[in-house]
């Protein structure tokens, strides 16, 4: 017995920022964009996060062509931004290489390595020092 099934292309691209993970998951469509199942308005609240987490699609005139699934762990509202971000370029390039160029120029594939430093001992955080007295 077969059974027929619609086969929808789905691209899959992995994004990090900070300590966030997004996982992203692209099918045709009509621009639908969710965020652990809820829409990119109600999970980042500020509107440069939104812009953040859109721009590589706008980088390359799909908002409304591709509708776009995320799941996102750790980190706060920033990191999550930008590990979406990142994650939808790297899946937008899987799914046309053509798109690599405006991608790569926009700044879209690289990932941004900046972390959190580390707290040191003898010191109450990862750069300031306990206050010095002389007596």
Known sequence: MVVSSESVAEFLGTGRRKAAIA???LRAGNGKFLINGREV???LCLESAQKEAL???RCVDLKDKIDVTATVLGGGTSGQAGAIRLGIARAIQKMDEALRIPLKKGGHLTR???MKERKKSGQPGARKRFQFSKR
């Open 23 to 25: 996982k992203i998951r």
């Open 41 to 43: 308005e109600n999970y």
């Open 55 to 57: 721009s590589s699609l």
């Open 112 to 114: 941004d390595g900046r």
